[in-house]
T-cell receptor
Framework: ELKVEQNPLFLSMQEGKNYTIYCNYS?????LYWYRQDPGKSLESLFVLLSNGAVKQEGRLMASLDTKARLSTLHITAAVHDLSATYFCAVDISWNSGNTPLVFGKGTRLSVIA | DTAVSQTPKYLVTQMGNDKSIKCEQNLGHDTMYWYKQDSKKFLKIMFSYNNKELIINETVPNRFSPKSPDKAHLNLHINSLELGDSAVYFCASSQLVQGGSQGYNEQFFGPGTRLTVL
């Protein structure tokens, strides 16, 4: 059974600081997804990482994937209050079958404070 | 121009009732899903429908039944509601994108339906 673990689950950071969220998964996969969820809202796709060594950046967020270590990171640079949200990583493992559901981590609740 | 829509947004009902949640996507995707998000924000797949066929069904009580009248719709019907069914239910859709050596399955989520069973 595929397991996806994130840490930390809760993160309180000061504005302007840097931090990294980690996502480990238990079986081989070359596809990892990051989503953002604001309180009471839906999930918004942030990044799709498709291969070992993949790195994607959008604004103050940068995601990377190491398939050998089964690890993805989401790095936050110079945090601002607008980044406060819950961040989920997710993995799917069987694209050859066409479509499969995602297995999500438990989410990292990020709070950026002044 | 909403991509994935769900109705209702909020649903409050008594134990033992039967209720349905509707989902529609206008993205032309082949696969639709239902996820349950519990009070701790943990997301878990319930159902997945591809071309009107159920392809994955997790260990969900048979009180829950997905119904897909066509590729753009996947409704969730729940019989004999229980307190533990209270959660937020998200519909999602995806289309496998193939390219190079990797395909991917980015899913797009609806706004969610907050179900409260009293």
């Amino acid at each position: 059974e595929l397991k996806v673990e994130q840490n930390p689950l809760f993160l309180s950071m000061q504005e302007g600081k840097n931090y990294t969220i980690y996502c480990n998964y238990s079986t081989t996969s070359d596809r990892l997804y990051w989503y953002r969820q604001d309180p009471g809202k839906s999930l918004e796709s942030l990044f799709v990482l498709l291969s070992n060594g993949a790195v994607k950046q959008e604004g103050r967020l940068m995601a990377s994937l190491d398939t050998k270590a089964r690890l993805s990171t989401l790095h936050i640079t110079a945090a601002v209050h607008d980044l406060s949200a819950t961040y989920f990583c997710a993995v799917d493992i069987s694209w050859n079958s066409g479509n499969t559901p995602l297995v999500f981590g438990k989410g990292t609740r990020l709070s950026v404070i002044a | 121009d909403t991509a994935v829509s769900q109705t209702p947004k909020y649903l409050v009902t008594q134990m033992g009732n039967d209720k349905s949640i509707k989902c529609e996507q206008n993205l032309g995707h082949d696969t639709m899903y239902w996820y349950k998000q519990d009070s701790k924000k943990f997301l878990k797949i319930m159902f997945s429908y591809n071309n009107k066929e159920l392809i994955i069904n997790e260990t969900v009580p048979n009180r829950f039944s997905p119904k897909s009248p066509d590729k753009a719709h996947l409704n969730l019907h729940i019989n004999s509601l229980e307190l533990g069914d209270s959660a937020v239910y998200f519909c999602a859709s995806s289309q496998l994108v193939q390219g190079g050596s990797q395909g991917y399955n980015e899913q797009f989520f609806g706004p969610g339906t907050r179900l409260t069973v009293l």
